[in-house]
């Protein structure tokens, strides 16, 4: 399995980026996918999160006012979509996937079996 995050940048506070991920070795359409954060310093922390069964999709309460999570089950993708950033935002972003097996525990990095290899997000004051 690999998952290759990108999309990341500088950005102005205010600003909008959208991170892809893109899996492979996957049935995608069968694949939970996440989105987590580090910044320097801190424990890594849950974002985002979108089932492969329809409609369910978790947003980690501080963001979800400006930040949706989709997919694109054609191009084995999954995008976090983020607006209104602050530097509070900036970290490294990465992308996770889980076998089809498992259940809840959205938020847990130990709930996620695979890992891509971050990509950095910094917001400028």
């Known amino acids: 399995v690999q998952l290759q995050a990108s999309g990341g940048g500088l950005v102005p506070a205010g600003g909008s980026l959208t991170l892809s991920c893109v899996a492979s070795?996957?049935?995608?359409?069968?694949?939970?996918m996440g989105w987590f954060r580090q910044a320097p310093g801190k424990e890594r922390e849950f974002v985002a999160a979108i089932s492969w069964r329809p409609d369910e999709t978790y947003v980690w309460t501080s963001v979800k006012d400006r930040f949706t999570i989709s997919r694109d089950n054609a191009k084995s993708t999954s995008y976090l979509h983020m607006s209104n950033l602050n530097p509070d935002d900036t970290a490294v972003y990465y992308c996770t996937s889980r076998l089809t097996s498992r259940r809840g525990d959205w938020n847990k990095v130990h709930a996620y079996d695979y890992w891509g290899q971050g990509t950095q997000v910094t917001v400028s004051s």
């Open positions: 070795g996957v049935t995608f359409s069968r694949t939970d």
